[in-house]
């Protein structure tokens, strides 16, 4: 089986994080996999670039700027949500591609923001090779939104998308649903990373007849794992005297990852824990450090994933208040380093923290519950047994061996049989 995943990025955020990981777990399978990528960040081989020259380069990024350009203006010149919606008018023709040809099946991740348009989808499909989509998002879903929040539109037909002003100059939702419809993306065979977002994807008319599977993204458990804690703290000039609670996202002052909920909580955990100081992985940091009410210190925007994992590691808590989320790497990622875990009933979030056994579940939105799972998880008495209880969520669900074989068995049900 030759197999060839697409995606906008290799490393660049955490679909394409994801992707890549699941492209080492399949390597070490033995399956003959190669990855296609408009942007590549890392040294893998097996990671093929679409930008190999300057002028490439110049070209997909003015597709980007074009896309985003046709939004901004349909919007009226607002840049509500710019980047909260895609609408794929503009990418790259890689149907002739030679990996695309010899691949016995296409496997997409994230492909907006100029990586593919709805056109260069369809002549993907018309090559009649079987594709996998994993779902980071809903985007597939809807019309043009990532995620629909409150909105259900896209269960029936998408019109006037609440992403956008209230009267755009042209109704952008209700065209690209439209061109959705043509696509045939029923055809395609879906892995949703989480039940959540399986669960929210069947109700959209789009997606209907579409065949699912539930698979989480992989980890690797050789470069995310526990370390000695007081060693660590002191070798990363880190306090071994303070509890410490790290918020990461990738924007920290992103609404959408529940920045305000986290500085809400806080200023609740300030008199009762007076000694504790977060940690902040991510960039934008000076935007939240103004705002909370505990010492903290900016760990900055880390890229490697040693690095990375050490942060978690050191932490004695992590905290992920997204307000919308579908599997989040994070959280298998400080599980994975024995690091338990807040966050909010939303999204698929509570499929991954276990209410206190490998964290807390907190009700979502609610930043008292939010302050009371942190307190709960800094008090627990037997923080060994947390760990313990992180580590065997994550080697029997998350490991990369097992969802390889799940992605593997996936794969070889859209083929004929020998």
């Not at 492909?111 to 018309?126: C, P, T, V, W």
């Not at 925007?301 to 808590?317: K, R």
């Not at 990622?333 to 499929?351: K, L, Q, W």
Request: aromatic share 8%; proline share 5%; hydrophobic share 45%.
């Amino acid at each position: 089986m030759n197999l060839l995943l697409l995606s906008t990025s290799d490393l660049t955020g955490g679909a394409a994080v994801a992707a890549s990981r699941l492209l080492h777990a399949l390597r070490k399978q033995g399956v003959e996999v190669r990855m296609l990528v408009r942007d590549k960040r890392g040294d893998n081989p097996d990671v093929v670039p679409l930008n190999t020259t300057s002028w490439k380069r110049r070209r997909n990024w003015l597709r980007f700027a074009w896309e985003r350009f046709v939004i901004f203006l349909c919007n009226r010149f607002s840049r509500k949500n710019l980047f909260q919606v895609s609408i794929a008018n503009t990418g790259t023709d890689i149907s002739r591609h030679p990996l695309v040809l010899q691949a016995d099946v296409i496997h997409l991740h994230w492909i907006n923001q100029g990586m593919l348009s709805l056109r260069d989808l369809e002549k993907l499909l018309a090559l009649g090779k079987p594709v996998v989509w994993t779902l980071h998002d809903l985007w597939a879903a809807t019309a043009i939104c990532h995620y629909p929040g409150a909105c259900g539109q896209y269960a029936s037909s998408c019109r006037r998308c609440p992403m956008l002003v209230g009267h755009p100059l042209w109704n952008l939702a209700s065209r690209v649903f439209r061109r959705k419809q043509q696509l045939g993306l029923q055809r395609i065979g879906f892995v949703g990373c989480s039940r959540w977002i399986v669960s929210a994807c069947r109700k959209s008319a789009l997606l209907e007849k579409a065949v699912f599977r539930v698979i989480p993204n992989p980890i690797d458990v050789s470069v995310f794992h526990p370390f000695p804690k007081p060693e660590l703290r002191a070798a990363k000039h880190l306090p071994t005297d303070k509890k410490l609670i790290l918020f990461a996202a990738a924007k920290l002052s992103d609404l959408r990852k529940g920045a305000n909920f986290f500085v809400a909580a806080c200023r609740l955990l300030s008199g009762k824990f007076p000694e504790a100081e977060v940690l902040l992985m991510g960039s934008h940091a000076a935007e939240l450090q103004a705002c909370l009410p505990l010492p903290s210190r900016a760990l900055g925007y880390l890229s490697s994933p040693s690095e990375i994992a050490e942060a978690y590691a050191a932490a004695d808590v992590f905290v992920v208040p997204s307000l919308e989320d579908n599997l989040p790497n994070t959280i298998m990622e400080a599980m994975a380093c024995g690091t338990p875990c807040v966050g909010f009933r939303t999204g698929g979030i509570p499929e991954m923290i276990e209410h206190q056994r490998t964290g807390y579940v907190a009700d979502s939105g609610s930043a008292e519950d939010l302050a009371r799972g942190i307190a709960w998880v800094l008090e627990y008495a037997e923080k060994a047994d947390l760990a313990r209880h992180c580590l065997e969520k994550v080697r029997a669900e998350y490991a990369e061996e097992t969802v390889a074989r799940q992605y593997l068995d996936f794969y070889r049900s859209f083929l004929p049989a020998k």
